[in-house]
Nanobody, 118 residues
Framework: QVQLVESGGGLVQAGGSLRLSCVAS????????MGWYRQAPGKQRELVAV???????TYADSVKGRFTISRDHAENTVYLEMSSLTPKDTALYYC????????????WGQGTQVTVSS
């Protein structure tokens, strides 16, 4: 059974920084895409940043220049470094991974809350 476990969320003042981590565990042969999504109250879940197995990244326009996604292949971990946070970044942040077990599937973590106070 595959699990994605996020950590690193919390409460931070505007202008501050946080680092999110997500570890994939279980039985799988490979991980393709890993990424972060977020969902604010009353809004749809939206892409924040993704990184493929080759290291290519894609960011939402709203976080470009402030957030950095990276991954550690050996540790099956993806990170999200967030800086210059604003209250608009307040949301539940979810980790996502496309990985191969007997098939290629998309898996989600439970989410970690990020709250930015003004």
């Amino acid at each position: 059974q595959v699990q994605l476990v996020e950590s690193g969320g919390g409460l931070v003042q505007a202008g501050g920084s946080l680092r999110l981590s997500c570890v994939a565990s279980g039985i799988f042969s490979s991980i393709n895409l890993m990424g972060w999504y977020r969902q604010a109250p009353g809004k749809q879940r939206e892409l924040v940043a993704v990184i493929n197995s080759g290291g290519s990244t894609t960011y939402a326009d709203s976080v470009k220049g402030r957030f950095t996604i990276s991954r550690d292949h050996a540790e099956n971990t993806v990170y999200l470094e967030m800086s210059s946070l604003t209250p608009k970044d307040t949301a539940l942040y979810y980790c996502n991974a496309h990985l191969r077990t007997t098939y290629l599937g998309s898996y989600w973590g439970q989410g970690t809350q990020v709250t930015v106070s003004s």
